[in-house]
């Protein structure tokens, strides 16, 4: 809002505009809220299953917001809604908001996977415009451009890391199911005697060793639980195949 030499108040108002692309979550909400909060100059606030990042560069005399951006994080995509003024370049705006996009997905590299080709193609549609309407700060232009693909590549590398350490990441949960499965398997086979069986064993170490079992001793050599072996010999003297000597 403005006011002209005579004091009329003239209401001017802003154009709005918007883009988005491709972004796979790869975090909870609640990560992400707490990243989102290390983004300086902002504000953060929770939309259902999205979060907002709200940035106002200007307010009018009432203190409303004037020319702002929100950037919508999504759980499968980014968007970006933001303000235009009539002082203000839509071309130069859409560049500044980009620019700005890109250094908040460097922030957030390890919450979100970047659709490359999505992302690519809002930034395609944007230089094309800057090229076809650029004069003397051409050469400017195209800097800020490989400065953005200095930033994209930036991103591809690390989502080429990020693709081999979830490789590695499946190597290890496969090699930890196999030891799995095989400790099962040992557990199966420590578990195979019957109580019969065992207390077969047991009177058999019982005449060998004199009357007497050492369960420690028994247990190491049937890898058998100790506390499996002490219930199958309380058994036993309940059910007068034993006697204990005190």
């Given at each position: 809002?403005?006011?002209?030499?005579?004091?009329?108040?003239?209401?001017?108002?802003?154009?709005?505009?918007?883009?988005?692309?491709?972004?796979?979550?790869?975090?909870?909400?609640?990560?992400?809220?707490?990243?989102?909060?290390?983004?300086?100059?902002?504000?953060?606030?929770?939309?259902?299953?999205?979060?907002?990042?709200?940035?106002?560069?200007?307010?009018?005399?009432?203190?409303?917001?004037?020319?702002?951006?929100?950037?919508?994080?999504?759980?499968?995509?980014?968007?970006?809604?933001?303000?235009?003024?009539?002082?203000?370049?839509?071309?130069?705006?859409?560049?500044?908001?980009?620019?700005?996009?890109?250094?908040i997905l460097v922030l957030l590299k390890d919450a979100y996977e970047?659709?490359?080709?999505?992302?690519?193609?809002?930034?395609?549609?944007?230089?094309?415009?800057?090229?076809?309407?650029?004069?003397?700060?051409?050469?400017?232009?195209?800097?800020?451009?490989?400065?953005?693909?200095?930033?994209?590549?930036?991103?591809?590398?690390?989502?080429?890391?990020?693709?081999?350490?979830?490789?590695?990441?499946?190597?290890?949960?496969?090699?930890?199911?196999?030891?799995?499965?095989?400790?099962?398997?040992?557990?199966?086979?420590?578990?195979?005697?019957?109580?019969?069986?065992?207390?077969?064993?047991?009177?058999?170490?019982?005449?060998?060793?004199?009357?007497?079992?050492?369960?420690?001793?028994?247990?190491?050599?049937?890898?058998?639980?100790?506390?499996?072996?002490?219930?199958?010999?309380?058994?036993?003297?309940?059910?007068?195949?034993?006697?204990?000597?005190?």
């Amino acid at each position: 809002m403005s006011s002209d030499k005579k004091g009329t108040d003239i209401v001017i108002e802003p154009m709005g505009a918007s883009f988005r692309f491709g972004a796979r979550r790869k975090v909870q909400k609640e990560q992400l809220l707490k990243i989102a909060e290390g983004i300086p100059d902002s504000e953060i606030a929770d939309v259902k299953d999205s979060i907002a990042i709200i940035k106002i560069d200007s307010r009018d005399i009432d203190g409303v917001p004037y020319l702002f951006s929100i950037l919508y994080l999504h759980p499968d995509s980014i968007e970006m809604m933001y303000t235009v003024t009539p002082e203000t370049s839509m071309r130069k705006r859409q560049l500044e908001l980009l620019r700005y996009t890109t250094n908040i997905l460097v922030l957030l590299k390890d919450a979100y996977e970047v659709d490359l080709a999505s992302y690519m193609q809002v930034l395609d549609v944007f230089l094309a415009e800057i090229r076809e309407f650029a004069t003397s700060d051409y050469e400017k232009l195209y800097t800020k451009y490989d400065a953005l693909l200095t930033k994209i590549e930036e991103l591809e590398q690390q989502n080429a890391r990020l693709r081999e350490s979830n490789e590695k990441l499946s190597k290890d949960m496969l090699e930890l199911r196999d030891e799995r499965n095989e400790l099962k398997l040992r557990v199966d086979e420590l578990e195979k005697f019957s109580d019969d069986a065992l207390m077969l064993k047991i009177q058999d170490w019982i005449r060998e060793h004199a009357g007497e079992i050492n369960i420690g001793d028994f247990c190491k050599i049937y890898k058998v639980g100790e506390s499996r072996v002490e219930q199958v010999l309380n058994k036993m003297v309940r059910e007068g195949y034993l006697e204990t000597v005190r």
